[in-house]
C-alpha cells in the first residue's frame, strides 16, 4: 500500500487526466485470457507471445535466434512507426517521405553515420552482434511485409503522413549514431563565445567545473572565431523530427533556445541507480533499481519485453529499434545504468588554404577533405544532389573560406563499436560478476555508470565507454585542427573505475562526479562537467539511513520529491527578513516549507519558480561582465548556489550584503510571477497547477482534431524537479516536464516475480490500444506495476496469447 501522499497526487493526476478528456481506456483485468494463432514468415520454429496486463510482451521461442526475430516483429507490432521514423532521421531518409523542407536535417544525419569498415564494427561488439541483428530486423521486416500486403492494418500516424514502413539493413542499426549521448561540444561553444566576450574565467558563473581545473584558451585558437552556428549540422543530425499543420512551415533550429537546453541537459537529465547488498535489505537478497532520465514522448523511448529460448532468459527495457535489452535482468544477473559524463567529443578549427578552401593545415603541410556525393530523394521535387566532407578528424560542419577557417567535430561515434546502447546484447547474457566485467570492458557509447548485482549475493559498480587520451588539452574549449592537439587513443577498459561489494552495503549513482579521489583515472581528464549533485546527495541519505531497504522503500526513494538545492538555498534565506509584504510572504512560505517539491505544495512552486526563472537572471545582471551576459545563456544552479555560498568582489565591494539583496529582489520577482500566475491568496497554490506532464505526438500538428485527441496524453499534475530523485525537469514557459524518468525498475534479485517497473505513457505505441496511455496516471502518482519473469507468473498476468507457428 503506497502512501497518503502518493494517494493524494494519484488523484490530482486523474483529475488532471480527466480534465482534459483523455482518460485511459483500461486493460480488461478479468480472468479472461483471449488465444490466438498466427502463421509468421521467417520464424523458425513454433513460439508463444503473451502479453500481460500492463502490454508487456513475454516471448517463448525455441531458438534465440527466433526470439530475437520475434523482438523485432514484436516491437513493429506494437511501436512501427516510431521505429520507422527513427531509422529514416538516423539514415536521412525523411525527404523521400515528407518533402523538401527535410532535406537540410537528411544532409545533417548522414554526416553522422558510422562510415568506416562494418567488418570492424561487427567485430567490436562480439560474436553475436551480427546475428542477433539480423535475427532482429528479419522479425522487423516480417511485420513490414504484412503492413504493405494489407495484411494488417496500416497504423495511424502512416495514415496520417500519407507513408509506408520501409524495410530494414542489419547494418541501419549500427551505423546510425545520432541518437546517442555524447558530450561535450556543445558547452565547448558557449565557453570560447565567453571567453571572446569577456575571458574565460567568467564561465565559471555558468558551470561548476569538477575535478576543479583552471582551463585556459589553447594555443593557435581565437574564441572570438567560434560562432552559434557552426553546430548547425550538429543539432539538426541530432534534433527530433518535427511536424507542421498542413500548408504551414516547420520550425527553424532556434539556437538560443538550443543551447539553452543543452546547457541545463548536463545538470537535468541523467538518471538515478544503486544497487544494495542483502546485509542492507528488507529480504536479505539484493535489490537493483534504475530509472534513467530522457526526453519525454510518445511513445515512450523505451520498450519493455521478456525473451525466452533454451539457455536464454532476459526481462527489462530496452529501445525499441535494437535487439536485445539494457536495463533489467537474466536469471542470474540484474544490471542498470546512469551516464558517466565521460567527455566524447571535441570541435576543431583548420586553417584552409586560399587557393583550395577543400585543403586544410596539419602539421607541416596541407591534406585535402574528403569529399562523399549522395543523392536525397525528395517526395513531390527532383532528387537534391548533396556533398558532405570529411577531415581527418570527422564531418566538417561549417566552413568559412572567406576567412580561411573551416570547423568539423571529432567524436567517438566515428569509431568501431560505438553505436548507442548496442553492446547492451553482450552483457545482458552474463551470467556473473567476471562475466559482466568483460563485456563492459568493450563498451563504446554512451559512457555509463552500471550498476550490478546477482543471485549469490553479490553487488557492484563499473564505469563503461570509450574515453578519450588527451595528453596537452582538457576538451573544454575547441581546439586547432592543425596535429598540436590530437587523441593518443583511449583509455583501457580496465583503467575506468570499479568496485565489487563496497563497504557502504550500497553503491548509487546519479550522473554526479563520482571519479574516487584517490584513482589513477582523475588526472586523465575523461570530463569535467557532470550533473548537479542534489539527486545524489538525497539518495545516499536515505539509503544510509536505511537500515533494512525494502522494495516499497525504493520505489519511494525513486519519486522522492526532496530538493538539496532548495534546502541550500533556504538556508541562504534564512537569516534575511523584509518590509516589503510580498517578500516577507514568500520569505515565511520558503521558511515554514519541508523542501518537498510534492505536487500539492505552495512553497514547491515559488522555490522551482525562484531557482528556475529569477535567481540566474538576477545574478547575470549583477555578477557577470556586462559584454558576457548575451552569451552566457543559463546559468547551471548548481554553479549559482555555490556562489552565492561564496560571493566574491564581483559583487562588489561587500559581496556579502549584494547576495542577500540579490536574493530577496529574484524572491520577490518569483512571487510576483506566481500572484499574477495564481492569485494573490497563496493557500490556493500548488506546484501541480503549473508543473505537469502532457504527451503530445510528434505527428499531431497534421491530425484532424479526432485522431489529435487519441494521439495526445494529458494533462497530469506532477510534483518533483531536475534536482529531485524523481526528476522532473521543465521547460520554464509553461512548466511541461519535458525529460525526467519515463521507466523505472526495481528488482528484487533473485525472487524477481517480486520486481516492479513503470514504463509511461504505456507500452504500445498504437493509439487505439489499452496500452497506449494506461501506465501515464500510475507513473504521475509515483506507482508501479508488476514485472512477471516466471513463466507461472507470466501466465497469470497474461490477458493475451498468440501461438506462432512459421509460415510460408
Given at each position: 500500500m503506497r502512501s497518503n501522499r502518493h494517494a493524494r497526487a494519484l488523484g490530482l493526476a486523474l483529475a488532471a487526466f480527466c480534465c482534459a478528456g483523455t482518460m485511459p481506456a483500461q486493460a480488461e483485468l478479468s480472468g479472461a485470457v483471449r488465444r490466438t494463432e498466427q502463421n509468421v514468415k521467417g520464424l523458425q520454429a513454433p513460439a508463444e507471445l503473451i502479453l500481460d496486463q500492463w502490454g508487456v510482451a513475454?516471448?517463448?521461442?525455441?531458438?534465440?535466434?527466433?526470439?530475437?526475430?520475434?523482438?523485432?516483429?514484436?516491437?513493429?507490432?506494437?511501436?512501427?512507426?516510431?521505429?520507422?521514423?527513427?531509422?529514416?532521421?538516423?539514415?536521412?531518409?525523411?525527404?523521400?517521405?515528407?518533402?523538401?523542407?527535410?532535406?537540410?536535417?537528411?544532409?545533417?544525419?548522414?554526416?553522422?553515420?558510422?562510415?568506416?569498415?562494418?567488418?570492424?564494427?561487427?567485430?567490436?561488439?562480439?560474436?553475436?552482434?551480427?546475428?542477433?541483428?539480423?535475427?532482429?530486423?528479419?522479425?522487423?521486416?516480417?511485420?513490414?511485409d504484412e503492413v504493405r500486403a494489407g495484411q494488417r492494418p496500416i497504423p495511424l500516424e502512416f495514415r496520417i503522413a500519407g507513408t509506408m514502413p520501409d524495410h530494414w539493413k542489419a547494418e541501419d542499426v549500427v551505423r546510425i549514431r545520432s541518437h546517442g549521448l555524447t558530450r561535450n561540444v556543445m558547452s565547448e561553444v558557449v565557453r570560447a563565445r565567453v571567453a571572446c566576450a569577456a575571458g574565460v574565467e567568467t564561465d565559471r558563473f555558468r558551470r561548476v567545473l569538477e575535478p576543479a581545473t583552471a582551463t585556459k584558451v589553447p594555443e593557435g585558437l581565437d574564441p572570438c572565431a567560434i560562432k552559434p552556428d557552426i553546430l548547425d549540422d550538429y543539432n539538426l543530425a541530432t534534433r527530433e523530427v518535427s511536424f507542421a499543420k498542413p500548408g504551414e512551415k516547420r520550425a527553424a533550429l532556434d539556437r538560443d533556445a538550443i543551447f539553452a537546453a543543452a546547457g541545463d541537459s548536463v545538470s537535468t537529465i541523467g538518471s538515478n541507480n544503486w544497487t544494495v547488498a542483502p546485509s542492507r535489505t528488507a529480504t536479505g537478497r539484493p535489490l537493483l533499481a534504475n530509472d534513467p532520465h530522457r526526453a519525454h514522448g510518445v511513445p515512450s523511448l523505451r520498450y519493455v519485453v521478456h525473451l525466452n529460448a533454451p539457455g536464454f532468459s532476459v526481462i527489462g527495457a530496452g529501445e525499441p529499434a535494437l535487439p536485445g535489452i539494457s536495463i533489467g535482468h537474466n536469471g542470474q544477473i540484474a544490471f542498470g545504468l546512469t551516464i558517466f559524463a565521460i567527455d566524447q567529443e571535441d570541435l576543431y578549427v583548420y586553417e584552409t588554404d586560399a587557393a583550395n578552401p577543400n585543403r586544410y593545415r596539419y602539421r607541416d603541410g596541407w591534406e585535402e577533405m574528403r569529399t562523399v556525393s549522395e543523392t536525397i530523394e525528395v517526395k513531390g521535387e527532383a532528387p537534391r544532389q548533396v556533398e558532405l566532407?570529411?577531415?581527418?578528424?570527422?564531418?566538417?560542419?561549417?566552413?568559412?573560406?572567406?576567412?580561411?577557417?573551416?570547423?568539423?567535430?571529432?567524436?567517438?561515434?566515428?569509431?568501431?563499436?560505438t553505436s548507442a546502447y548496442f553492446n547492451s546484447a553482450e552483457y545482458m547474457t552474463a551470467k556473473d560478476w567476471d562475466g559482466f566485467k568483460k563485456a563492459m570492458a568493450e563498451w563504446g557509447a554512451p559512457s555509463e555508470n552500471q550498476v550490478y548485482a546477482d543471485t549469490k549475493g553479490n553487488i557492484g559498480w563499473i564505469v563503461g565507454g570509450r574515453s578519450p587520451i588527451r595528453s596537452n588539452f582538457d576538451g573544454l574549449l575547441p581546439v586547432p585542427g592543425d596535429g598540436r592537439y590530437e587523441w593518443q587513443g583511449f583509455l583501457k577498459g580496465n583503467e575506468l573505475p570499479e568496485v565489487l561489494n563496497p563497504p557502504e552495503g550500497f553503491f548509487a549513482t546519479a550522473n554526479e562526479m563520482n571519479i574516487p579521489r584517490d584513482h589513477p583515472v582523475l588526472g586523465r581528464k575523461v570530463g569535467f562537467e557532470w550533473s548537479d549533485p542534489s539527486r545524489i546527495t538525497r539518495i545516499k541519505e536515505v539509503l544510509a539511513a536505511k537500515g533494512k531497504l525494502s522494495i516499497a522503500d525504493a520505489m519511494a526513494l525513486q519519486t522522492d520529491d526532496s530538493s538539496v538545492n532548495a534546502r541550500k538555498l533556504a538556508a541562504l534565506l534564512a537569516p534575511l527578513s523584509s518590509d516589503d509584504p510580498v517578500t516577507a510572504e514568500g520569505l515565511r512560505l520558503i521558511k515554514d516549507w519541508n523542501r518537498e517539491t510534492?505536487?500539492?505544495?505552495?512553497?514547491?512552486?515559488?522555490?522551482?519558480?525562484?531557482?528556475?526563472?529569477?535567481?540566474?537572471?538576477?545574478?547575470?545582471?549583477?555578477?557577470?561582465?556586462?559584454?558576457?551576459?548575451?552569451?552566457?545563456?543559463?546559468?547551471?544552479?548548481i554553479a549559482v548556489i555555490s556562489y552565492l555560498e561564496a560571493p566574491d568582489a564581483a559583487l562588489g565591494g561587500d559581496p556579502k550584503a549584494a547576495r542577500d539583496a540579490l536574493l530577496l529582489e529574484s524572491l520577490k520577482a518569483a512571487m510576483n510571477e506566481l500572484r499574477q500566475a495564481m492569485g494573490t491568496d497563496i493557500t490556493t497554490w500548488n506546484w501541480g497547477r503549473l508543473h505537469h506532464a502532457q504527451f503530445d505526438h510528434a505527428i499531431a500538428p497534421m491530425a484532424n482534431d479526432a485522431d489529435k485527441a487519441q494521439l495526445n496524453i494529458g494533462r497530469l499534475a506532477m510534483g518533483g524537479s531536475a534536482f529531485s530523485p524523481r526528476a522532473a525537469s521543465y521547460r520554464t514557459s509553461d512548466f511541461k516536464?519535458?525529460?525526467?524518468?519515463?521507466?523505472?525498475?526495481?528488482?528484487?534479485?533473485?525472487?524477481?516475480?517480486?520486481?516492479?517497473?513503470?514504463?509511461?505513457?504505456?507500452?504500445?505505441?498504437?493509439?487505439?490500444?489499452?496500452?497506449?496511455?494506461?501506465?501515464?496516471?500510475?507513473?504521475?502518482?509515483?506507482d508501479y506495476a508488476p514485472l512477471a519473469y516466471s513463466r507461472e507468473a507470466v501466465e497469470r498476468a497474461a490477458r493475451s496469447v498468440i501461438a506462432l507457428t512459421p509460415g510460408g
Open positions: 513475454h516471448i517463448y521461442a525455441g531458438s534465440t535466434r527466433d526470439a530475437l526475430f520475434l523482438q523485432g516483429y514484436n516491437a513493429a507490432r506494437d511501436r512501427l512507426w516510431q521505429i520507422d521514423l527513427w531509422r529514416k532521421r538516423g539514415l536521412g531518409l525523411l525527404a523521400k517521405d515528407f518533402g523538401p523542407s527535410y532535406v537540410a536535417q537528411d544532409r545533417a544525419a548522414r554526416l553522422f553515420l558510422y562510415r568506416d569498415d562494418m567488418a570492424r564494427e561487427w567485430a567490436a561488439y562480439g560474436p553475436d552482434a551480427k546475428s542477433y541483428t539480423e535475427a532482429f530486423v528479419a522479425g522487423i521486416n516480417a511485420l513490414v566532407r570529411f577531415t581527418r578528424h570527422g564531418p566538417v560542419l561549417k566552413a568559412e573560406p572567406g576567412e580561411r577557417r573551416a570547423f568539423a567535430m571529432r567524436s567517438v561515434w566515428f569509431e568501431p563499436g510534492r505536487v500539492d505544495s505552495p512553497a514547491a512552486a515559488l522555490s522551482e519558480v525562484w531557482m528556475s526563472k529569477h535567481l540566474g537572471r538576477v545574478l547575470t545582471a549583477k555578477a557577470v561582465p556586462e559584454p558576457a551576459r548575451a552569451v552566457i545563456g543559463p546559468l547551471d544552479t516536464v519535458t525529460a525526467g524518468a519515463s521507466f523505472r525498475m526495481v528488482l528484487d534479485v533473485g525472487n524477481w516475480d517480486d520486481s516492479r517497473f513503470i514504463n509511461t505513457p504505456g507500452q504500445s505505441g498504437d493509439a487505439y490500444s489499452p496500452h497506449y496511455r494506461d501506465l501515464a496516471p500510475l507513473w504521475a502518482a509515483g
